[in-house]
């Protein structure tokens, strides 16, 4: 099994910066895709940002030019830097790994705990 910790959620004004960090343990043969979703209150869960294991990202059109994610694969971690953050980027934050804990052809999509992000004044 592959375990997902997120750290770095919190309170911060309008226009304020987060970074949001991800760390993945335990059983990992690849980890192929590691991303960031979030999910408001009574919406659906959404891509925020993904990253690929060569390096390849993808932003929803609401967070480009203001999101960052950036991905150390030495270390399994991935990060979001979130700058110029409005009220509506109100969300918890879950972070994403498609990973196979052993070799094989197999995939599985692994989720972390969430962490909160609130932009308010």
């Known amino acids: 099994q592959v375990q997902l910790v997120e750290s770095g959620g919190g309170l911060v004004q309008p226009g304020g910066s987060l970074r949001l960090s991800c760390s993945a343990s335990?059983?990992?043969?690849?980890?192929?895709?590691m991303g960031w979703h979030r999910q408001a209150p009574v919406m659906q869960r959404e891509l925020v940002a993904q990253?690929?294991?060569?390096?390849?990202?993808d932003y929803a059109d609401s967070v480009k030019g203001r999101f960052t994610i950036s991905r150390d694969n030495a270390k399994n971690t991935v990060d979001l830097t979130m700058n110029s953050l409005k009220p509506e980027d109100t969300a918890v934050y879950y972070c994403?790994?498609?990973?196979?804990?052993?070799?094989?052809?197999?995939?599985?999509?692994?989720w972390g705990q969430g962490t909160q992000v609130t932009v308010s004044s």
């Open positions: 335990g059983s990992i043969f690849s980890i192929y895709t």
């Open positions: 990253v690929a294991s060569g390096g390849s990202t």
């Open positions: 994403k790994a498609i990973a196979s804990p052993v070799a094989g052809p197999i995939k599985y999509q692994y």
